[in-house]
C-alpha cells in the first residue's frame, strides 16, 4: 500500500516520544500550519502496524480506487477528518461505500487507523497530506460520489480569512473531481463562516442546491453528531449544513 511516512526520535522535549512529518508540496497559502506532529510510542506502534494498510501516499500519484480497494463502489472522502471519529462511524454504517480521509495531523491518523485495523474495516483508506495536493495528484476526474469537509478551521480574524480553505478557486479545483450528480457536503458550526460557505456555493458555476429557500440543508442521516456537536447544542450553538450537487 504505502511505506511509512518519515519518523524521527523526539529529543527537544525530553520525552519519549517521535515527530512525523505528513507529506508537503511547495504552495503559497495553506489553510494549516506545517509543522512536524509528536506522537507517542503507542501511537508510533499503530503506524508500524497499520499504516501499510490503509496508508496511501502522496507521491505515488494518480489511483484507481477500485483497485485500491479492490472493488467497484461509490466513493466518499473526506477533508480533514480530526481525530477520525465520524469518519469511522461512517464507514462502519456504510460498508457499501469506500471511503479515503485525507488529513495533516498524525495523532489522529494514528488513531483512525489503529482503531481501524482493530475492526478490520477494509472500506477505508487515508492520506497524510495536504487536500490540495491529493486532489490534484492523485484523484482521478469525476472519481468522488460524496466530498466532505466539516468543520473546518474558521479562521475568525479578517487577516486570516484567506486562509479559509472554502474559496472559490478550491471549489473549481475540486470540481473536476467530483462525479456528475455528486455531493459537495460542507458543515460548520460558526455563522459567519457558514454564511461565507453559501456566498461562495452561491457563485460556483456547476454547482447547485435543491435547499434553495435558505441555502441549509438538515443534517442528513449519514453525518453523525460529534461529540463537540452535541456540546454546542447545549450551549445553544447552531450547526450549519449545505449540500451542493455538482450540476455540470
Known amino acids: 500500500m504505502s511505506e511509512l511516512p518519515e519518523l524521527t526520535p523526539d529529543v527537544e ?7 512525523i512529518k505528513p507529506e508537503f508540496k511547495p504552495k ?20 508500524d502496524s ?19 480497494f479492490g472493488r467497484k463502489a461509490p466513493l466518499v472522502l473526506e477533508i480533514g477528518f480530526g481525530m ?64 466532505q469537509l466539516y468543520f473546518p478551521d474558521p479562521w475568525h480574524k479578517k487577516k486570516h480569512h484567506k486562509r479559509r480553505i472554502l474559496q472559490s478557486a478550491f471549489v473549481q479545483k475540486l470540481r473536476p473531481k467530483i462525479a456528475p450528480g455528486g455531493i459537495f457536503h460542507m458543515a460548520t458550526d460558526w455563522q459567519a463562516y457558514a454564511e461565507h460557505m453559501l456566498e461562495v456555493m452561491n457563485a460556483a458555476p456547476g454547482f447547485a442546491t435543491e435547499f434553495s429557500e435558505t441555502g441549509y440543508a438538515p443534517r442528513p442521516d449519514y453525518r453523525p453528531i460529534t461529540k463537540f456537536e452535541k456540546r454546542g447544542e447545549r450551549l445553544g450553538h447552531g450547526v450549519w449544513d449545505l449540500l451542493f450537487k455538482k450540476t455540470s
Open 28 to 47: 503559497s497559502i495553506r489553510s494549516f500550519v506545517i509543522r512536524a506532529g509528536r506522537i507517542t510510542v503507542g501511537q508510533k506502534n499503530a503506524f
Open 84 to 147: 477520525g471519529d465520524s469518519l469511522l462511524e461512517m464507514a462502519r454504517n456504510e460498508p457499501d461505500k469506500n471511503f479515503i480521509g485525507i488529513e495533516v495531523h498524525p495523532p489522529g491518523v494514528g488513531r483512525l487507523i489503529n482503531v481501524a485495523g482493530q475492526e478490520k474495516l477494509t472500506n477505508l483508506r487515508v492520506y497524510m497530506a495536504d487536500a490540495m495536493d491529493v486532489l490534484e495528484d492523485c484523484i482521478p476526474d469525476a472519481a468522488i460520489d460524496r466530498l
Open 13 to 19: 522535549s525530553g520525552e519519549e516520544g517521535f515527530l
Open 50 to 68: 497499520w499504516w501499510p494498510v490503509f496508508g496511501l501516499s502522496l507521491f505515488k500519484g494518480p489511483i484507481d480506487p477500485e483497485q485500491v
